[in-house]
């Protein structure tokens, strides 16, 4: 079994910054893609950020394009989010996901961050 943790939410004022991290860990198998999922208070999970493990091209969410950065450092088996310019609507359940594949649904998901945004 593959285990995600996730790790730097937190508080942080508006226009601030953070950056998130999920360490992998447990059974070594071969994950081609990434990405971040999040979900606030009496909302749908969404889409954050994704990409192939292996870098290239990544690809966001409107909401967020420009002021986040989804990148892995794969000798860690980490990925990574990098978020500038945070406002209240970014505040959220960040999760972490990853797949077998490079297109379909994510095999694993980890339990998420809590990240709040105080205006």
């Known amino acids: 079994q593959v285990q995600l943790v996730e790790s730097g939410g937190g508080g942080v004022q508006a226009g601030g910054s953070l950056r998130l991290s999920c360490a992998g860990s447990?059974?070594?198998?071969?994950?081609?893609?990434m990405a971040w999922f999040r979900q606030a208070p009496g909302k749908e999970r969404e889409f954050v950020a994704g990409g192939p493990v292996t870098g290239g091209t990544s690809y966001y969410a409107d909401s967020v394009t420009g002021r986040f950065t989804i990148s892995s450092d794969n000798a860690k088996n980490t990925v990574h989010l990098q978020m500038n310019s945070l406002n209240a609507e970014d505040t959220a359940v960040y999760s972490c996901a990853l797949r077998l594949g490079f297109t379909g649904p994510y095999d694993y998901w980890g339990q998420g961050t809590q990240v709040t945004v105080s205006s």
């Open positions: 447990g059974r070594t198998v071969s994950r081609k893609g």
